[in-house]
């Protein structure tokens, strides 16, 4: 079935009882995330209808990101200086002049709470060091959350699972005062190589699951805040700024 505009009543209950009165308004950005743990993208609500919502397609290097019809999404967006989101299947996929995406209209919407522990993705140095350990090993932070991270670090030193570290983290490169220290655990650990094509030239790396065991609430409350913060400025941004999408 192709593509058809409104017909007139479409949107007529976007601002129903319950939790669907916060349902995303047209003209929008929205985060739209394809599968569990997948790329993440900014798309433009086209339409909200009684049962469905008309979604830009995703772009990539400037290309058009198919998405199968089943594909389980998770949409977010801002309403009322509030984060929302939902999740959903996709109906179709139009490609053409316009391509856009219909999901399901969702059964439930919810409040994103500032202490959930969102991951984002981001590039950030950090210093792992293990306690009574000589010299901290430098790398750079891949995403991040209040309950975690994941790093790239350099090749050669074998991190085993449960093994505990210190983190020491930069939120705001510019400003090398300000700092996230905490105490984590190994989650998972494996080489960069099996998730990406190694460049011939390039230094060895390998990435380390990280989960915090011991950081202060006002520590967790400044990673919470950057996230949150990255997400407006990813929204703001739109679809030009950011059609290579983010993570993966």
Not at 71 to 83: F, G, K, P, S, W
Request: with cysteine; charged share 25%; glycine share 12%.
């Amino acid at each position: 079935m192709g593509y058809r505009p409104r017909d007139g009543t479409a949107g007529r209950d976007r601002e129903g009882g319950g939790a669907l009165r916060h349902m995303p308004e047209e003209g929008q950005r929205a985060i739209l995330k394809l599968g569990t743990g997948g790329r993440m993208y900014v798309v433009r609500v086209e339409e909200v209808r009684g049962d469905a919502l008309i979604l830009s397609a995703p772009i990539r290097l400037g290309q058009v990101v198919p998405v199968r019809p089943g594909t389980v999404v998770e949409v977010q967006y801002h309403r009322n200086d509030a984060m929302y989101g939902f999740h959903s299947t996709v109906r179709e996929f139009h490609p053409g002049h316009l391509p856009l995406i219909s999901v399901a209209r969702p059964e439930e919407i919810r409040r994103v709470q500032r202490r959930e522990y969102v991951r984002w993705p981001v590039s950030l140095p950090v210093t792992v060091t293990v306690p009574g350990g000589a010299d901290g090993v430098e790398g750079r932070v891949l995403d991040l959350s209040g309950g975690g991270m994941a790093v790239s670090l350099p090749a050669g030193r074998e991190w085993q699972q449960g093994e505990e570290v210190q983190v020491r983290l930069q939120l705001c490169p510019d400003r090398p005062g300000e700092v996230v220290e905490a105490r984590a655990r190994v989650v998972r650990a494996w080489n960069a190589e099996a998730s990406a094509p190694a460049r011939p030239s390039a230094p060895r790396r390998q990435r380390v699951a990280l989960e915090f065991t011991d950081i202060a609430p006002a520590a967790r409350e400044a990673i919470i805040r950057y996230i949150f913060a990255r997400q407006r400025e990813f929204l703001r941004a739109g679809l030009a700024g950011h059609d290579r999408g983010a993570g993966g």
